[in-house]
């Protein structure tokens, strides 16, 4: 079992830049892919990013893609989410989550087996 715990959430203007990182306990996160979701208010949640167990591979969300880069140092047991050109709509709570087998190139949330409690991102115009 693994626990994750999101940081880095805030206020930014459009146009800014946030890093979110996910911390995660135990001694296996290598083991899993992870991947960042998040859930504007009255939306489902969202697939936003992903990556594999070693950072080999990555996948993104249309909306994101070329703004928004994933990456993991499993020596810190952690995962980044590195949210440059921030526009309102991406204004959201975003959750890290851990899954242990490969994740597809638009995972729905079934396919992830843990979840951290979320940060909180807001984009002002």
């Known amino acids: 079992q693994v626990q994750l715990v999101e940081s880095g959430g805030g206020l930014v203007q459009a146009g800014g830049s946030l890093r979110l990182s996910c911390a995660a306990s135990?001694?296996?996160?290598?083991?899993?892919?992870m991947g960042w979701f998040r859930q504007a208010p009255g939306k489902e949640r969202e697939f936003v990013a992903a990556?594999?167990?070693?950072?080999?591979?990555?996948n993104y969300a249309d909306s994101v893609k070329g703004r928004f880069t994933i990456s993991r140092d499993n020596a810190k047991n952690t995962a980044y989410l590195q949210m440059n050109s921030l526009k309102p709509e991406d204004t959201a709570v975003y959750y890290c989550?851990?899954?242990?087998?490969?994740?597809?190139?638009?995972?729905?949330?079934?396919?992830?087996?843990?979840w951290g409690q979320g940060t909180q991102v807001t984009v002002s115009s």
């Open positions: 989550a851990a899954a242990r087998f490969l994740l597809g190139p638009t995972p729905t949330q079934n396919a992830l087996d843990y």
């Open positions: 135990g001694r296996t996160f290598s083991s899993y892919c």
């Open positions: 990556i594999s167990w070693t950072g080999g591979n990555t």
